[in-house]
Nanobody
């Protein structure tokens, strides 16, 4: 099994910064794409940023220039640096990892979600 755990959420004033972390552990052969999603109250979950195993990144238009996704493959960890935060960034932020595992000599890939971490931007 694989566990995915986010941390780093909290309350911040508009214009402030937060850095989220997400660590995967367990039976991992390799982690492929790692993604950050968010879900605001009454809204659907949306993709915020993605980073491939090779380090290529992509962002939602709403966060481009303000958020930066990065990863440490040795630690199976992905980060989301959030700057110039706005009230509309308030949401529960979820990490998703595409994990390739070795099951009895057979490789298979499965997606895992973290439990989410609350980010609140308010004065």
């Amino acid at each position: 099994q694989v566990q995915v755990v986010e941390s780093g959420g909290g309350l911040v004033q508009p214009g402030g910064s937060l850095k989220l972390s997400c660590a995967a552990s367990g039976s991992i052969f390799v982690i492929n794409d790692m993604k950050w999603y968010r879900q605001a109250p009454g809204k659907e979950r949306e993709l915020v940023a993605v980073i491939t195993s090779g380090g290529s990144t992509n962002y939602a238009d709403s966060v481009k220039g303000r958020f930066t996704i990065s990863r440490d493959n040795a630690k199976n960890t992905v980060y989301l640096q959030m700057n110039s935060l706005k009230p509309e960034d308030t949401a529960v932020y979820y990490c998703h990892a595409d994990v390739t595992q070795n099951g009895y000599g057979r490789l298979y890939t499965q997606g895992y979600w973290g439990q989410g971490t609350q980010v609140t931007v308010s004065s």
